[in-house]
């Protein structure tokens, strides 16, 4: 439960750190999230960043897909 929602509050997340520190020093407060933004719109590489969003969001899926089923098997 506390992997699937760190995951979730990763995407909310970059408002806050992109408009207070954009990433801190030395990127002690940079989120991947904040890491594909920056990818994409400093290098023009918006194909990658796209597919990091993409993969990003497999992820949380796939967490959430295992948090489900575990906790349906508990309840039968």
Do not use: C, E, H, W
Not at 23 to 36: D, E, K, L, R
Not at 56 to 76: C, E, G, P
Request: hydrophobic share 50%.
């Amino acid at each position: 439960m506390v992997i699937l929602l760190r995951a979730i509050d990763s995407f909310r997340l970059f408002d806050k750190v992109n408009i207070l520190t954009r990433g801190g020093p030395a990127n002690s407060t940079a989120t991947i999230t904040q890491y594909i933004y920056n990818f994409g719109v400093n290098n023009f590489r918006i194909g990658y960043s796209s597919a990091g969003a993409i993969i990003m969001t497999l992820i949380v899926l796939v967490i959430a897909a295992f948090y489900l089923r575990n906790t349906l098997k508990q309840q039968s």
